[in-house]
């Protein structure tokens, strides 16, 4: 069965430190995508990165990074210099290939302080 | 703004009742999602629809139901309205295979 674990509830930083966002994920698919969203407190979910399972490059935006390891089946997720804005809830999911369905992590709430 | 519409934005309802939630995909979008929100169950996927046909069942109720329109508009009807199915329900649509799927700002239901 396909699933997504995020084993971190909760992660406290003070701003401008670096955090890393664990996923890891189980598919018997050889052809799978792997995604992150950001639902900030206002609700609404926000996509941030899709990656292909045949593409293991790591990829970089502003802040953000994803590390992507199919030995390890882990698609983790860096934010540097952690800014207050940063503060949401971050999820991690796995799309199915019939449907594209979403399977989601149970996320991860991250608080950045001042 | 993800270009997918969803109304009511809350909707506060009674137990025994039913409610009918709409969504709006973006423009050329043939796939529509529906997920459900919940402090327990967090984030899962209830039903897919492509072009007016059902394509996906995940855990739904019989209790709830959804079509999806010839103008690609989509419901989710919920009858016998719990307690429990308090939750944010979000819709998602989905340009083509592989691609991200773009959520509405979803409906928080709130059942009394």
């Known amino acids: 069965a396909q699933k997504v674990t995020q084993a971190q509830t909760e992660i406290s930083v003070v701003e401008k430190e670096d955090v890393t966002l664990d996923c890891v994920y189980e598919?018997?698919?050889?052809?799978?995508?792997l995604f992150w969203y950001k639902q900030p407190p206002s609700g609404e979910l926000v996509f941030l990165i899709r990656r292909n399972s045949f593409d293991e490059q790591n990829e970089i935006s502003g802040r953000y990074s994803w590390n992507f390891q199919k030995s390890t089946s882990s698609f983790n997720f860096t934010i540097t210099a952690s800014q207050v804005v940063d503060s949401a809830v971050y999820f991690c999911a796995l799309s199915e290939v019939d449907t594209d369905k979403l399977i989601f992590g149970t996320g991860t709430r991250l608080q950045v302080f001042p | 703004d993800s270009g997918v519409t969803q109304t009511p934005k809350h909707l506060i309802t009674a137990t025994g009742q039913r409610v009918t939630l709409r969504c709006s995909p973006r423009?050329?979008?043939?796939?529509v999602y529906w997920y459900q929100q919940s402090l327990d169950q967090g984030l899962q996927f209830l039903i897919q629809?492509?072009?007016?046909?059902?394509?996906a069942k995940g855990n739904i109720l019989e209790r709830f139901s959804a079509q999806q329109f010839p103008d690609l508009h989509s419901e989710l009807n919920l009858s016998s309205l719990e307690l429990g199915d308090s939750a944010l329900y979000f819709c998602a649509s989905l340009a083509g295979e592989g691609d991200e799927q773009f959520f509405g700002p979803g409906t928080r239901l709130t059942v009394l």
């Open positions: 598919t018997r698919d050889t052809t799978y995508y």
């Open positions: 423009s050329g979008d043939l796939s």
């Open positions: 629809y492509y072009n007016g046909e059902e394509r």
